[in-house]
């Protein structure tokens, strides 16, 4: 059967239908064409009930659903009554009803509305109302597939090698997983994380190819989130994170919202967390990492610190010393601060206008085991014992104090390839594992800019991710997604760096 074109004349339905043919379906309590994959229940029934029935096609109601109405990525809740149990889908208008029994919602808006096709939203089952009986049929199974996106893993194998380009419904092109995420209010801050953690590969694919029922709720949310990001049979272009900021705001116990801005370093480090304890992650330890988070991100630093110490010396020479006792800690972690160079409290006339730069190289040293830095009478550093696949940096821009948060503009420059941090990893790790190499190539970039408007100065995040596919990069900024040249990586304000190390 072919798939339905979608019905704008909805009305055509009651004079091309006729009655006799209404009541001998109203009889029927199943549908033939068994072409659609069920579960082996369902195959069961519908084979006894072929046996049973003549088939007869189902397409005159099918023809009445409107592809371009559905939108599966909201809450599923029932619109009258605002239950999340047991909610159906109208096929014909999109929206949400309770149950299908003859008192419910979804019964009601059938008779009330004459809309007769529904999906139940958690079993993916296709029933017509009022007649309650439940339609297998190929030419649904597109919708099921947007509701909830499976891959296998020959699919999945072929996202990062062959480049693909999707058409939604409205025949717009689009590349999956490079796709705009819908900012409801101010959850830019969540929309640049979200789409950072998509393309880390082993726990996107992980996200794509299991089962998540009866997990936490966080874990199946994002899975499916990441499963729309990345369906190439979408209805349309573009994904709305809703669910998962509701589980999000509801677990943070609403510090992270659709409603507020929010630091994205802060949120990303909560979520890894998160993420690792909801998947019986433990405490880390430096043995064998236990979840997917901690396999792919987390790493260690040796941290050394000695306390200075102030005197006087002659009367009025003030010296400073370190103390003897030196503490070394091997410290676990999900990301690495990197700090920019103050900025210069004077410029003169002609450098009034230029913004300083630095190399990350530069910024990188903190991490050799050499250089130290003094903080709160404390003199420190700092040497990586070893680093993960997956390498997140945050540029350390915003500085508070007592006031305000002041912001450093420094523009951080960049190799978009191989960036060697052997010089920064303890060379016992690196003799030891002689196959991994210490390069890694940027995969996603998280940038800052503020915003000058009537309102005053606002904040607005984007993200700038590669297609390892095809080796493009596209610069999101919520819905907006478009093709950016390699050369335009490092001329924003870069605040997360994501890293893949070369394998
Ligand atoms: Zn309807």
């Known amino acids: 059967m072919a798939m339905s074109e979608v019905n704008e004349d909805k009305h055509s339905l009651k004079r091309s239908f006729n009655e006799e043919e209404a009541d001998s379906m109203r009889k029927r309590e199943k549908v033939d064409n068994v072409s659609g994959s069920t579960s082996n229940d369902d195959q069961t029934t519908i084979n006894a009930s072929v046996k049973k029935h003549k088939p007869i096609s189902s397409d005159l109601y099918l023809d009445t659903i409107n592809r371009k109405l559905l939108d599966f990525d909201f809450e599923k809740v029932c619109s009258v009554s605002l239950t999340n149990l047991s909610v159906y889908a ?3 208008c999109g929206r949400y009803f309770q149950g299908r029994g003859p008192s419910s919602h979804a019964y009601f808006h059938a008779l009330n509305d004459n809309h007769h096709v529904f999906v139940n939203c958690s079993t993916l089952k296709f029933y017509i109302l009022p007649e309650s009986y439940q339609v297998v049929s190929s030419a649904l199974q597109d919708i099921a597939y947007v509701i909830k996106p499976t891959y296998t893993r020959e699919e999945v194998a072929k996202l990062d090698r062959i480049p693909q380009v999707s ?3 409205m025949h717009k092109p689009y590349v999956p997983g490079f796709v705009g995420l819908n900012n409801i209010q101010s959850n830019d801050y969540f929309n640049v994380i979200l789409q950072l953690l998509s393309h880390v590969k082993p726990l996107r694919n992980y996200l794509l190819l299991n089962n998540f029922d009866g997990c936490p709720h966080i874990i199946q949310r994002l899975a499916i989130t990441v499963r729309k990001i990345w369906n190439p049979k979408a209805f349309k272009g573009h994904v709305s994170p809703q ?13 992270y919202s659709m409603n507020e801005q929010k630091d994205p370093l802060e949120f990303v480090s909560w979520l890894l967390n998160t993420l690792h304890v909801s998947l019986g992650g433990k405490k880390s330890t430096m043995e064998k990492p236990t979840s997917i988070i901690h396999y792919n991100f987390q790493g260690h630093v040796r941290a050394e610190s000695q306390k200075i110490r102030q005197h006087t010396e002659n009367g009025d020479h003030v010296v400073f010393e370190g103390d003897r006792v030196i503490k070394t800690d091997i410290v676990p972690y999900l990301y690495l601060t990197l700090n920019l160079p103050p ?3 004077f410029q003169d006339e002609f450098e009034g206008n230029i913004i300083p730069q630095v190399e990350l190289v530069k910024l990188l040293e903190k991490y050799n085991g050499v250089t130290t830095q003094e903080l709160s009478g404390m003199r420190r550093r700092f040497h990586l014992m070893n680093t993960p696949p997956y390498l997140l940096f945050h540029m350390k821009r915003f500085m508070k104090n007592n006031y305000f948060t002041e912001r450093n503009p420094t523009i951080v420059t960049f190799p978009l390839d191989n960036l060697d941090m052997s010089p920064f990893i303890d060379d016992a790790f690196l003799k030891a594992h002689p196959k991994i190499i210490p390069r890694y190539n940027l995969i996603a970039n998280v940038v800052y800019e503020s915003v000058l408007s009537a309102d005053g100065e606002s904040h607005v995040f984007r993200v700038q991710l590669r297609n390892s596919a095809s080796n493009k990069w596209y610069q999101i900024q919520d819905l907006y997604v478009e093709e950016i040249s ?3 990586i490092n001329l924003g304000e870069s605040l997360i760096q994501l890293w893949e190390r070369v394998h």
């Not at 998962?244 to 609403?254: D, G, P």
Request: charged share 30%; net charge negative.
């Open 90 to 92: 109208c096929l014909v």
């Open 167 to 169: 058409y939604d419904l």
């Open 243 to 255: 669910e998962l900021i509701h589980e999000v705001t509801l677990l943070s116990h609403k510090k």
């Open 343 to 345: 900025r210069p409290l």
């Open 486 to 488: 390699s050369d335009m």
